[in-house]
């Protein structure tokens, strides 16, 4: 029985897709594709050097800013070789192997990623709360401390993903609706009963997505709460302000991360193309998008820039 099982999770075969009906084009679709991934590469990994190159930016937000980085690199590179691979060489078959192995990378840097956000969220609730304690309470190695916290906690959730899926058997050539591979997606491609990946996937989504946004919300009701016992209308605005960056970070992320994970879920034969486009947004918009506005919106990040390229 196990050699059959076996037989059959081997000669199964996963296609990816990219964007169905536009096969004609794909090659011109790729550039744009290619020219996203560029700028999210080299956008973070310029961030990450300014970050590191100047002592003046070694602060709590920034560190924090540094992780964020990190994380859309992750995602970038987790998904650039299927990406591309598509739109480029109308590579569309993947292994299992491959497949859970890029599920668990993805995954990974995506709960991270929520939990970077929700570090950040406390950062500026300390830093609008109690700024004169702000250097004490969030020092270096407390903020290493809680960072290996969130990403021990994002790799152990997800570690058991790709194990239950490979315990599946897989009996016919499946069509994946992503030019990647996602658990919510990839265990329904399964002919086995998928009812403890179901259970556990989404307990693990609400316990990290769910669970970071709703301590997200939280901490924006005390910041609110704080700014508005503030006296002087300016200083108001001011603390509100160092807030901006973050917001649009979270919108950006947890958007399209809830939508996709809710469309796959519970939605019952929705159109083919709002999944591909959810898809393509939660994976490529926030690593393009987060170092560009954090360098708009930081004064002190982007007088460095500035200062960088002026030589």
Request: aromatic share 10%.
């Given at each position: ?32 594709f ?14 990450l ?12 937000m920034?560190i924090?800013?540094?992780?964020l980085?990190?994380t859309d ?30 599920l ?17 969220a ?11 304690r702000y ?6 190695p ?11 906690r994002?790799?152990?959730v ?12 897989y ?6 609706s ?5 658990n ?13 990946s179901?259970i ?6 609400v ?9 997200i919300l ?13 006296a ?8 509100l302000?160092?807030?901006?960056s973050?917001?649009?970070?979270v ?11 809710v ?6 034969n ?10 393509y ?20 990040l ?10």
């Amino acid at each position: 029985m196990s050699a059959v099982n076996n037989t059959k999770f081997n000669s199964a075969v996963l296609l990816l897709t990219g964007i169905p009906g536009q096969e004609d084009v794909h090659l011109w679709i790729s550039i744009p594709f290619c020219l996203m991934y560029v700028i999210s590469i080299l956008g973070n990994s310029f961030i990450l050097f300014i970050i590191k190159t100047d002592p003046t930016l070694h602060e709590p937000m920034y560190i924090f800013l540094s992780m964020l980085a990190v994380t859309d690199l992750g995602l970038s590179i987790s998904t650039i070789p299927s990406t591309l691979g598509i739109f480029l060489f109308n590579s569309r078959e993947i292994s299992l192997d491959a497949c859970f192995a890029q599920l668990f990378f993805i995954h990974s840097f995506s709960f991270t990623e929520s939990s970077v956000l929700l570090l950040m969220a406390f950062d500026r609730f300390v830093a609008i709360r109690n700024p004169l304690r702000y250097a004490s309470i969030l020092t270096p190695p407390r903020i290493a401390k809680m960072g290996l916290v969130f990403v021990l906690r994002g790799v152990a959730v997800i570690f058991p993903l790709p194990i239950l899926l490979k315990r599946y058997r897989y009996c016919r050539i499946s069509i994946l609706s992503h030019c990647y591979c996602i658990n919510q997606e990839v265990m329904k491609m399964a002919c086995s009963d998928i009812s403890v990946s179901s259970i556990y996937g989404l307990f693990v989504t609400v316990s990290t997505v769910g669970l970071d946004s709703l301590l997200i919300l939280l901490s924006y009701v005390m910041i609110l709460k704080t700014v508005l016992n503030i006296a002087s209308h300016t200083e108001r605005l001011r603390a509100l302000s160092t807030c901006i960056s973050h917001l649009c970070a979270v919108l950006l992320f947890y958007t399209p991360v809830l939508g996709l994970s809710v469309i796959h879920r519970f939605v019952k034969n929705p159109s083919p193309f709002l999944p591909i486009l959810i898809g393509y947004v939660y994976l490529v918009v926030p690593p393009l998008m987060n170092p560009i506005v954090y360098s708009v919106k930081s004064k002190h990040l982007r007088a460095r820039i500035i200062r960088v390229f002026v030589k």
